[in-house]
């Protein structure tokens, strides 16, 4: 570590009496209210927006480490009014210099790498929602992603590289997956063609189509300090290329544990797969959590990690919002020298040929 980095460390801990926890946001289930608030973190008065015991978050969301009583924070620590963690006085934390409030920090935006792995199986095109003419499940996806006002796609296509690829099955192709060229900054474009293409065929072969993509990126690793994230959205129960339409119990399960353990490798790889159920997840019993679980390195049985299940159009936006707004996580800058630990979106190439 330089010295000016371990400067930087040494000078946080003594400037900032926060402590490290994780979101309520992405571990309580079902997740608080008011984590789907909208607050704009470069204003400013963001934090003005949420309601008390949370905070703005870079995600662009209200969050919260913690509430008064849930214990989150530990031992000699207590949980402020905006939903941080802090140290109680007295604790052996390092003194506060008293130059801290002249030092200065911003955060600014990391740039990940996600790839959007998509259900075009054909029940994706089954009605979908309780409205009088509600859209197609497909309809409510390509509109989550590429909606010209609210799509995440749109949204923060120069925030975050992505990727997309529809996957389906099919008898001498399995998995059968069609993707964007690149995965790149800017990817609206290649993106919002991939979807207008469509896909109607049977079959799901989920966890195939997970050990491909895991292999695509190994091929085509993502920029340095650039996370990689899968984010797999689907409506219904896998299949696999041997097993097609699985006929009983036995053949689903056996189904259920190729995806599981596909989330598992990919994970294991360095990366990380949030689910995301277009539907009812009730209907697909213990298998989203088991997904969410596997996907983000917790025991698949005994985990808890956060899966969305989105019933209705206006859900599935909001989800993709909230899955691929929160990777897109804060470093520490200085206003004189950036730490460099993130690249920023106009330094990367205009493609990640793949």
Not at 65 to 76: E, I, K, L, R, V
Not at 261 to 271: H, L, N
Not at 318 to 338: E, K, M
Request: hydrophobic share 35%; charged share 15%; aromatic share 6%.
């Amino acid at each position: 570590m330089s010295r000016f980095l371990m400067g930087v460390v040494l000078l946080t801990a003594a400037c900032s009496s926060h402590k490290s926890a994780e979101s309520l946001c992405q571990i309580q289930i079902p997740a608080p209210a008011a984590c789907m608030t909208t607050c704009d973190p470069s204003s400013g008065t963001g934090d003005a927006l949420c309601p008390s015991g949370f905070h703005c978050a870079s995600s662009g969301k209200c969050d919260a480490q913690c509430t008064p009583t849930g214990g989150q924070c530990g031992s000699g620590n207590s949980c402020s009014n905006d939903g941080f963690c802090q140290q109680d006085p007295g604790d052996d934390s390092p003194p506060i210099d008293a130059d801290c409030p002249a030092v200065h920090f911003t955060a600014t935006k990391t740039t990940p790498t996600v790839e959007l792995l998509l259900d075009f199986s054909f029940s994706m095109k089954q009605k979908y929602g309780s409205d009088p003419n509600p859209p197609t499940r497909y309809q409510a996806l390509k509109s989550a992603l590429i909606d010209p006002t609210s799509g995440v796609v749109t949204k923060l296509q120069n925030a975050v590289v992505f990727g997309a690829a529809g996957y389906t099955g099919s008898t001498g192709d399995c998995p059968h997956l069609d993707p964007t060229p690149d995965r790149k900054i800017g990817n609206f474009d290649e993106i919002k063609a991939l979807l207008d293409r469509g896909g109607a065929i049977d079959n799901t072969p989920t966890g195939e189509s997970i050990d491909k993509i895991r292999l695509d990126f190994a091929a085509h690793p993502p920029m340095a300090n650039s996370p990689a994230i899968i984010v797999l959205a689907t409506d219904g129960l896998p299949d696999t290329c041997a097993v097609e339409n699985p006929s009983n119990p036995t053949q689903q399960n056996a189904a259920n544990a190729v995806a599981v353990k596909a989330a598992q490798d990919a994970y294991t790889a360095g990366i990380k797969l949030f689910f995301l159920f277009v539907g009812d997840a009730n209907q697909a019993g213990t298998h989203p959590q088991r997904m969410a679980n596997a996907g983000v390195g917790k025991d698949p049985v005994t985990g808890n990690a956060p899966f969305y299940a989105a019933n209705s159009p206006a859900d599935l936006t909001a989800a993709f919002n909230t899955i691929v707004g929160g990777v897109v996580s804060c470093d520490l800058t200085s206003p004189v020298r950036s730490i460099p630990t993130a690249r920023r979106a106009a330094s990367w190439p205009s493609t990640a040929t793949r």
